[in-house]
């Protein structure tokens, strides 16, 4: 089952790095403010995901059973999360983290080429990867604080927000 799941992952990595790269291209073609604003939304996105990954594997399967009793909606979900934690924190943290960080540092060398095409592209490459570097690696550590403190409520909202997607 693992090596099936290890199939599946460099799979989807490769396909949504198909994706997101050809999006890149795409984006690069318009102006400056959008790239930026895509930048920031695919580094959110990484974060998040992160901490739905760190959260999967530190969450309290009793608090949901509790809530899945309650017939909450979205309790039974988050239990089929946790019930998988392993699987949902690879894809969470390393196939849509790590594909969102290849995206973003893509971003950032178009938008380092457009802002700096006459001047020194190797010394503004430097601090503009550097930047997006400590923003993502900042981000994922405050997140993860964030993860094991609210692992619970967060894997329920993930729940909750999937059996709406279900529908």
């Known amino acids: 089952m693992k090596d099936n799941w290890t199939l599946k992952v460099f799979f989807l990595t490769f396909v949504l790095a198909v994706i997101f790269s050809i999006a890149a291209n795409y984006l690069g073609r318009f102006n400056n403010t959008i790239l930026v604003i895509c930048i920031i939304s695919i580094l959110l996105i990484g ?52 594909v969102c960080g290849i995206v973003s540092g893509s971003l950032i060398t178009v938008l380092i080429i457009n802002l700096f095409v006459n001047n020194n592209l190797s010394f503004w490459n430097v601090i503009f990867s550097s930047i997006l570097s400590s923003l993502t690696v900042g981000g994922k550590a405050i997140g993860k604080k964030i993860a094991v403190k609210n692992a619970d409520q967060i894997i329920y909202t993930v729940g909750k927000v999937l059996s709406l997607l279900g529908k």
Not at 61 to 82: C, N
């Open 47 to 98: 974060i998040i995901f992160d901490i739905i990954g760190v959260a999967v594997l530190s969450c309290d399967v009793k608090a949901l059973h509790s809530r899945a009793s309650q017939k909450l909606k979205g309790a039974k979900k988050a239990i089929k999360l946790t019930q998988n934690a392993s699987t949902v924190s690879s894809f969470c943290n390393d196939v849509v983290g790590d």
